[in-house]
């Protein structure tokens, strides 16, 4: 029952260090999501992919890159990290292609990124 | 744009009923959402009502959608210190608004 698996949990980055975030989904879902979440400012869409193959930018991208790398592959990478981008990073999958979720998002447990 | 809005903070004795309001600016969502988040955790999805119905039932879960108003509740009958999250509601189709959540504290 894995559902949507975000590795790392945790990590602490250098200003200027690049890392890529992953996510997984086993669920055979169409569309995933990369969300922050900030103190005060509830989550805010980065990227997401309505279908494989596809990826649109959401409320705040810059500074993230991301890779739908086959359907149950998502990832999210931060070429040049900056204390801003100290956030909670929640990946979500929906069953609904276009981005049309049907009956909601799953979503991983969170990576905690903290850059110094 | 689409825009969800929540209050912040609530309340309530163990025992108590809560209600978690919202309101949501698009008229054309098909399903609106309750997310729950426990701390150190994801979101959960706690129910979904189709935005046909007004009320929807489930167990100590109560919710009510007023499209007139776009206003949609969560009630939590008899909160339980085990209710203690984030409320988070969401709208949209593609893809989700969530609001910024709403924060139960339940006081035994």
């Known amino acids: 029952n894995a559902g949507v698996t975000q590795t790392p949990k945790f990590q602490v980055l250098k200003t200027g260090q690049s890392m890529t975030l992953q996510c997984a989904q086993d669920m055979n879902h169409n569309s995933m999501y990369w969300y922050r979440q900030d103190p005060g400012m509830g989550l805010r869409l980065i990227y997401y992919s309505a279908s494989e193959g596809t990826t649109d930018k959401g409320e705040v991208p810059n500074g993230y890159n991301v890779s739908r790398l086959n359907k149950r592959e998502f990832s999210l990478r931060l070429e040049s990290a900056a204390p801003s981008q100290t956030s909670v990073y929640f990946c979500?999958?929906?069953?609904?292609?276009?981005?049309?979720?049907?009956?909601?998002?799953?979503f991983g447990s969170g990576t905690r990124l903290t850059v110094v | 744009g689409e825009d969800v809005e929540q209050s912040l903070f609530l309340s309530v004795r163990e025992g108590d009923s809560s209600v978690i309001n919202c309101t949501y600016t698009d008229s054309s969502s098909t399903y609106l959402y309750w997310y729950k988040q426990e701390p150190g955790a994801g979101l959960q999805l706690l129910t979904y009502?189709?935005?046909?119905?007004d009320m929807k039932q489930d167990q100590r879960l109560t919710v009510l959608l007023n499209k007139k108003d776009k206003h949609l509740s969560l009630r939590i009958a008899d909160t339980q210190t085990g209710d203690s999250a984030i409320y988070f509601c969401?709208?949209?189709?593609?893809?989700?608004?969530f609001g910024k959540g709403t924060r139960l504290s339940v006081i035994a």
């Open positions: 009502i189709f935005s046909n119905m």
């Open positions: 969401a709208e949209g189709a593609t893809p989700l608004v």
């Open positions: 979500a999958s929906s069953e609904g292609a276009g981005g049309v979720p049907n009956y909601g998002y799953t």
